[in-house]
């Protein structure tokens, strides 16, 4: 029995630790578990405030309504797809290679047009529970993708800048760690 452990050991690899699982690689250098957590909050949240303004039966202003169902639409689906994306190694597949840049920015439009979406729906409401719970989700959303830009660049910085906050990589720390050594060794 011992043997065979020995030998089934030995021709394995270890699944990652911190992995959710096989298919979700979390965390990974585009998103961490905090964020990952934020950006469900996010998916939710959006999700919920669509539904509400749904079940909305009749509308004063029904731009307002409109516009609020198209960014609370929007927010859910393209935040549930940035989340997969992330979240999964189809990140690699697509061909991006600014995700920080693209989540960053995604992530702190949305904020805006939530809260731009929420205060326009609210002035031009009738003032029904369905409503006021409607505005209510759409202000916690756009607090949950404010909340996700804050977290990026308190960890990440600001990521049109050259310089981030963000440790090196494993990689680079054995370049690094291989560089110098080499050079002690030839001194």
Request: with cysteine; aromatic share 14%; hydrophobic share 50%.
């Amino acid at each position: 029995m011992a043997t065979q452990e020995a030998v089934y050991n030995s021709t394995t690899t270890a699944e990652p630790e911190g992995t959710l699982s096989r298919c979700f690689t979390v965390p990974n250098p585009n998103l961490d578990f905090i964020r990952f957590f934020v950006k469900m909050a996010e998916v939710l949240l959006s999700f919920v405030a669509f539904i509400l303004e749904e079940v909305v039966s009749s509308c004063t202003s029904c731009g307002a309504l409109y516009f609020f169902e198209f960014v609370s639409c929007t927010a859910f689906l393209f935040t549930l797809l940035l989340l997969i994306l992330l979240s999964t190694p189809l990140h690699q597949k697509v061909g991006i290679s600014c995700w920080p840049k693209l989540d960053f920015v995604y992530s702190a439009l949305i904020s805006v047009f939530l809260f731009i979406a929420s205060i326009t729906f609210t002035a031009s409401n009738s003032d029904s529970e369905v409503e006021r719970a409607t505005v209510a989700f759409g202000f916690l959303a756009c607090f949950a993708f404010l909340v996700d830009v804050i977290i990026f660049y308190k960890m990440k910085g600001f990521p049109f800048s050259g310089a981030s906050n963000e440790p090196p990589t494993h990689e680079v720390e054995k370049l690094n760690a291989n560089g110098a050594s080499g050079a002690n060794g030839a001194n």
